[in-house]
């Protein structure tokens, strides 16, 4: 069983940035491959980045390829989304999952056996 609790998000103007963190408690952090999604008001759900378990396999969904960068801190059972350049139609709520480590890309959120509670990004135009 893991726990995710995302914090940072925030109001920021567009062209800002802000740093999202999810901490994980629970064993084996190390062990599970972490995403990040988001959703809008309206919208599904949609994957933004995933980071495999030792961060050999990174990915990104093409929109926010060159702004955005996942990490993350097995240490501190931590994983982050470092967003840059950020525009109106980042806004939404962010979300952390967790999944079992396969070291493989997944992008969709049946994918992911747990969630935290999101945190909400506004930006401002």
């Known amino acids: 069983q893991v726990q995710l609790v995302e914090f940072g998000g925030g109001l920021v103007q567009a062209g800002g940035s802000l740093k999202l963190s999810c901490a994980a408690s629970?064993?084996?952090?190390?062990?599970?491959?972490m995403g990040w999604f988001r959703q809008a008001p309206g919208k599904e759900r949609e994957f933004v980045a995933m980071?495999?378990?030792?961060?050999?396999?990174?990915d990104y969904i093409d929109s926010v390829k060159g702004r955005f960068t996942i990490s993350r801190d097995n240490a501190k059972s931590t994983v982050y989304l470092r967003m840059n350049s950020l525009k109106p139609e980042d806004m939404a709520v962010y979300y952390c999952?967790?999944?079992?480590?396969?070291?493989?890309?997944?992008?969709?959120?049946?994918?992911?056996?747990?969630w935290g509670q999101g945190t909400q990004v506004t930006v401002s135009s």
């Open positions: 999952a967790a999944k079992r480590e396969v070291a493989a890309i997944y992008r969709l959120p049946g994918d992911y056996d747990y």
């Open positions: 629970g064993r084996s952090f190390s062990s599970y491959d």
């Open positions: 980071i495999s378990g030792t961060g050999g396999i990174i």
